[in-house]
């Protein structure tokens, strides 16, 4: 397995630790593959929660000084606006919402890079 794999896993496991035992935690690094664009690590934000897979890598655009902190707002901000869309579309506009600010990420030797929503 690959070693930047491991310690994600690890870093994973100090987390669930931390939750389960109501431990005093310190911040660990959460930035997994690092490149110019952005870099890979887990949606650990409110707004779309429910939508992205736990433990599932997302891509963070580093061209934004708080790039969590930003796509966070962003999300917030367009949240929002979907009060106005129907019942029926509502699930999807959410999904695509998410999806398409915390694209999955593709860990790669030559950096981090967003895959495409539609695929």
């Known amino acids: 397995m690959d070693k930047s794999l491991t310690f994600y896993f690890f870093l994973s496991f100090l987390d669930?630790?931390?939750r389960v035992?109501?431990?005093t935690c310190y911040p660990?690094?959460?930035r997994l593959y690092k490149g110019?664009?952005?870099?890979?690590?887990?949606?650990?934000?409110?707004i779309?929660?429910?939508?992205?897979g736990k433990g599932k890598l997302v891509f963070f655009n580093s061209?934004?000084?708080d790039a969590e902190g930003t796509q966070e707002m962003m999300a917030r901000s367009m949240w929002t606006e979907?009060?106005?869309v129907s019942l029926l579309c509502k699930p999807a506009a959410e999904s695509l919402l998410c999806h398409s600010l915390y694209q999955?990420?593709?860990p790669s030797g030559l950096g981090p890079t967003p895959k495409p929503v539609c695929r």
């Open 21 to 23: 035992s109501n431990a």
């Open 16 to 18: 669930s630790l931390c």
């Open 82 to 84: 979907l009060d106005g």
């Open 48 to 52: 779309c929660q429910g939508l992205l």
């Open 63 to 65: 061209s934004y000084a």
């Open 28 to 30: 660990v690094e959460w």
């Open 36 to 46: 110019d664009m952005g870099y890979c690590s887990t949606y650990r934000g409110e």
């Open 104 to 106: 999955d990420c593709n």
